[in-house]
């Protein structure tokens, strides 16, 4: 078990409830700090183990274009990986120069697919049928295939990307074939990606999937008769989102993706293919708080303390029953008297942020901090029943930044001509 490493802001609260004061609420607050500390523990793994690597961030878990900017400028040869045009966008913003970046996207349009080549990105395609439609527009030197391992692992079902029920990537029994089409339409270099599932804290897992990945690898470089120049695990990596986890072990992580990497392609590193990772989570998820005020306390059959965010701010406890650690600000060892469930002002059951967790007395306007936000926080936050999305802000040393203003009710409205 590992204290949260923003649970001294909460306790203390001072910088907290500035911020709240100074942009309202609900504010979704990054740490600035801790991001750097994300992308400083997997580089320097990954340097440890591996000649050659890359690291592209998962958009979609947070497309703040600011905040790619700063880790960007922190860590200036991190890439991109995208899955829309929209996400190819935000790299652009953030001067994260598309010859480092990669387009994975799924049952991709030919506008998407136009997009991503006229982007000069790499393409990782997720179907045969993608390099089909993708063959209208050009045939790409070099291009990387999804593969659908047949097993897949996530926190929780719905998060599973690989097996049988899974709608990503190309069965294991089928890709060679895919390959070897491609070749014949002239396409000269390869890579291979795979992501099978997401939230995954079991080290052990990242040695499986990379095994299952460089099974597939050498059976592919069997039937094309090339090497592949780059291999990518995707991601998966975890945060801890309660107490008793324990973050990964990123040393641990790479020098057990790397024990594989020698099994497959001998010491020699140069023959090593380019180990690929996309992490989203792991470098945004735990540096945000998103903060909330007290709006309202019932006593009703339950407890509901309800707050000016709920499932529009933040979906994923409505999505997936996931659990975030929520506290008042600046009570993080008063003593938790009631039992709650934390709600927002949707008109829906299931808009709960918490269900049924102790928690200590609160009056209305009390502020509330909902950890472990920086990840698909903001990035799947929606204006049902129409409420703007929350504002965003960065921070670090110096002023708070605001990152994203608050959506305003006429935003919403904006492309309505009444
Ligand atoms: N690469 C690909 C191709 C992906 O599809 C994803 C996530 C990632 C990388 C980044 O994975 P991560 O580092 O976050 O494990 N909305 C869900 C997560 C869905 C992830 C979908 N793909 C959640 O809130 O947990």
């Known amino acids: ?34 991001i750097r500390n994300n992308l400083d523990r997997i580089d320097t793994a990954l340097r440890a183990n591996f000649k050659k690597y890359q690291i592209y961030y998962a958009v979609k878990s947070n497309n703040n274009p600011n905040l790619l900017a700063f880790m960007h400028q ?54 045969e049928t993608s390099f089909t439609r993708l063959k209208n527009i050009c045939i790409p030197e070099y291009i990387s295939f999804r593969l659908n391992p047949g097993v897949g692992k996530g926190r929780f ?5 690989g097996g049988r029920e899974a709608k990503f990537g190309i069965p294991v029994e089928n890709i060679a074939a895919v390959y070897k089409s491609a070749l014949t339409d002239g396409v000269k270099t390869f890579g291979l990606q795979c992501h099978s599932g997401s939230a995954i804290l079991d080290q052990k897992h990242f040695r ?9 690898a050498r059976h592919i470089e069997d039937i094309i008769n090339h090497r592949l120049l780059k291999i990518s695990i995707g991601s998966g990596f975890g945060i801890p989102y309660v107490d008793d986890e324990d973050p990964l072990n990123f040393n641990d992580v790479f020098d057990l993706v790397a024990e594989v990497f020698k099994e497959f392609y001998g010491q020699h590193q140069h023959d090593w293919p380019i180990l690929c990772i996309e992490p989203g989570r792991a470098l945004v998820g735990d540096a945000a708080i998103l903060l909330a005020q007290v709006t309202g306390i019932k006593d009703s ?20 029953g996931a659990v975030h650690r929520i506290y008042k600000v600046g009570a993080v060892t008063e003593k938790q008297n009631i039992t709650v469930d934390v ?68 935003d919403i409205f904006r492309n309505c001509d009444n």
């Open 1 to 34: 078990m590992t204290k949260h490493p923003l649970l001294n802001e909460v306790q203390d609260g001072s910088r907290l409830k500035n911020v709240s004061e100074e942009f309202g609420t609900p504010l979704y607050t990054y740490f600035g700090e801790q």
């Open 74 to 127: 922190h860590l200036p040869t991190l890439g991109a990986d995208c899955s829309s045009p929209g996400e190819l966008l935000a790299a652009e913003r953030a001067s994260i120069p598309f010859t480092n970046c990669v387009y994975t996207g799924n049952y991709e349009s030919m506008d998407d697919l136009q997009c991503a080549v006229d982007s000069g990105c790499e393409i990782n395609l997720d179907d």
């Open 157 to 161: 079902a719905e998060i599973v990307t």
């Open 208 to 216: 499986e999937n990379t095994q299952l990945i460089l099974k597939t």
């Open 301 to 320: 059959y339950k407890t509901f303390i309800g707050l000016d965010a709920g499932m529009e701010t933040l979906m994923r406890p409505a999505l997936y």
């Open 343 to 410: 709600t927002g002002r949707i008109c829906e059951n299931t808009d709960r942020l918490a269900v049924d967790i102790p928690f200590p007395d609160v009056v209305e306007g009390d502020l509330i901090a909902i950890m472990d936000t920086g990840a698909y926080g903001y990035s799947m936050a929606h204006q049902f029943n129409t409420r703007p999305r929350p504002a965003e802000v960065l921070v670090d040393k110096g002023a708070p930044r605001l990152i994203r203003s608050r959506e305003t009710i006429e």
